[in-house]
């Protein structure tokens, strides 16, 4: 029984220090996944390996379905508490405000001028002038807000510009229908004639 404990306490405390030590790693090492489930993936895959060394199925099972049962036990745990998420996924850290690199975040993110800008081809940005605040995310993305001129249209603000141009259309079409000259010719049509002019 105490071997068991020993195992399950080495399988948690394992993940926990995966997640440490590519929390040190930093943000690019990670790109997609949070930190929780690249330590997971990563011990799955290496778990997955143990029953052709070890030919032990059923250890492999369990410790697989202890790593798992870990990331959700986290993800549940950063979902109740700010400062636990803070520590185990971190937060987004600033790279750019009002058009200008920040060099000192880039350094301890240990991310060059040349990296950043790729991020910023990638999202179509053409000019690091043009983004007001830039991000990188704790999956080391880039997240970015352009500045307003920088923005592209939306539908709601083309709503908004041509709406004036839409009314005045209505307005001179509904004035040109009192002018129409066949308005009168139309009006006289219908109307029944005198049987003495049939």
Request: hydrophobic fraction near 40%.
């Amino acid at each position: 029984m105490d071997v068991t404990w020993t195992f399950i306490f080495n399988s948690f405390l394992m993940v926990l220090v995966g997640i440490f030590f590519l929390r040190i790693a930093g943000r690019k090492s990670i790109s997609q996944m949070t930190l929780a489930q690249t330590v997971i993936m990563i011990s799955v895959g290496s778990v997955i390996i143990q029953p052709i060394i070890e030919a032990s199925v059923l250890r492999t099972t369990v410790v697989t379905g202890i790593f798992v049962l870990s990331l959700i036990a986290l993800e549940w745990i950063q979902l109740k508490s700010n400062k636990v998420e803070k520590i185990i996924t971190g937060k987004s850290r600033i790279v750019i405000q009002n058009g200008e690199l920040l060099p000192q975040e880039l350094k301890k993110h240990r991310l060059t001028v040349d990296q950043l800008e790729m991020f910023l081809r990638q999202q179509g940005i053409a000019n690091i002038k043009n983004v007001k605040t830039g991000t990188i995310e704790p999956n080391g993305q880039l997240g970015y807000e352009l500045k307003e001129d920088a923005r592209p249209l939306t539908v709601g603000e083309f709503k908004k510009l041509i709406g004036p141009l839409i009314q005045q259309q209505q307005n001179n079409t509904s004035n040109s229908n009192k002018d129409d000259l066949f308005k009168e010719i139309n009006q006289s049509h219908s109307e029944k004639h005198p049987s003495y002019l049939q």
